[in-house]
């Protein structure tokens, strides 16, 4: 039985390719590029004029982006996930139990995709391929959307989520309903910043990472 089956919030909120993408700390257009490359899939809508991409879509770019930080190829990439597929065809990156796995712990080389298979953890794309040292999975690739994403993270943002049931997914302060888009806006002048302390109680930790991941964003 799929995911899709058991668990329907993986459906909920609706990403455009520029919110995908700083979600996943790269540009819509690199967003676009995956798609086309079939490593990651928009699963909502796929077409003109724009790609809409569900949470889970969004956690798996954020994969990719993991994976192609520590020097993995497309090709490496693409593998692993069509092996995953045939057993998970919906969010393999996700789904299936894959990591990074090194031959030697603390090793400074990148390592190899592995997936487990019959209890061992065995590389991907090699039939019969060597058994590895257990990886460090890329199950946290859910944790980190939920707390804002990729520039979040780097950013060392703490107040920060994202929620598919809330505001249809659009990065908000954490528990309310204030998109931090909506923060920054009304935050680029001093009456607007007063009035978001004054009016709505946010503070100024609030607003500040507002207006980081905001620039942060429109920077990619």
């Not at 979600?23 to 796929?46: D, H």
């Not at 090709?75 to 069509?82: G, L, M, V």
């Amino acid at each position: 039985m799929t995911a899709a089956t058991t668990d329907r919030s993986e459906f909920l909120g609706v990403f455009s390719p520029y919110r995908a993408g700083a979600l996943a700390g790269v540009s819509g257009n690199r967003i676009g590029q995956w798609a086309r490359y079939g490593v990651v899939s928009p699963t909502i809508y796929e077409g003109r004029p724009a790609n809409r991409y569900a949470f889970y879509d969004v956690a798996e770019a954020i994969v990719v982006h993991q994976l192609q930080d520590a020097r993995f190829t497309y090709d490496e990439i693409h593998a692993a996930i069509n092996n995953a597929r045939e057993r998970f065809p919906n969010w393999p990156l996700l789904h299936a139990d894959l990591g990074v796995a090194r031959h030697v712990i603390g090793a400074s080389d990148r390592g190899v995709i592995v997936e487990k298979l019959d209890g061992a953890y065995v590389e991907t794309g090699r039939p019969g391929g060597q058994i590895v040292i257990k990886p460090q999975l890329l199950e946290l690739a859910r944790d980190m959307l939920a707390s804002g994403g990729w520039l979040a993270r780097h950013l060392h943002l703490e107040r920060i989520e994202v929620d598919p049931e809330k505001l249809g997914g659009a990065p908000t302060l954490r528990g309310r309903r204030w998109p931090v888009e909506r923060v920054a806006r009304t935050a680029a002048d001093a009456a607007g910043r007063e009035l978001l302390i004054e009016d709505y109680g946010l503070d100024t930790r609030d607003i500040d990472e507002s207006v980081r991941w905001t620039q942060a964003a429109a920077a990619l």
